[in-house]
């Protein structure tokens, strides 16, 4: 059996843009993506703290050292500019490897959605 726990968590982004006209997904600066251990291409959930709204995406490689967090596509529908959100990566395991698991939860400051020296 296998059970889906949360692998990392990037808590508190800004978002800085929203395309509609953009294949859909979630462009992030690498230094997030990095801090977090997420792949480009990986499935994410979208928390946006300002409405309630959750949705998937994938993520792609944004501009390095900008902070950059665009929602593009159908996902530009589901926030503004300006708004918080949370960006979420969920990992299967067995029971056995959930019990050692550790999650890696990055806290980036809100204003800049630069890392916290």
Do not use: C, W
Not at 61 to 77: F, I, K, S, Y
Request: charged residues 25%; proline residues 4%.
């Amino acid at each position: 059996m296998l059970i889906t726990l949360l692998r990392s968590k990037l808590h508190r982004l800004r978002v800085t843009e929203a395309d509609l006209n953009y294949i859909g997904s979630i462009s992030l600066d690498p230094d997030l993506l990095e801090a977090a251990g997420l792949f480009e291409g990986e499935k994410v959930q979208i928390v946006n703290i300002n409405n309630g709204e959750r949705f998937e995406t994938y993520t792609i490689r944004g501009e390095r050292g900008t902070g950059q967090v665009g929602l593009n596509g159908p996902a530009a529908r589901k926030v503004q500019v300006g708004d918080i959100i949370i960006v979420i990566a969920y990992a299967l395991m067995t029971p056995e490897e959930a019990k050692s698991h550790q999650p890696v939860l990055v806290f980036p400051d809100s204003e800049t959605n630069r890392l916290k020296a």
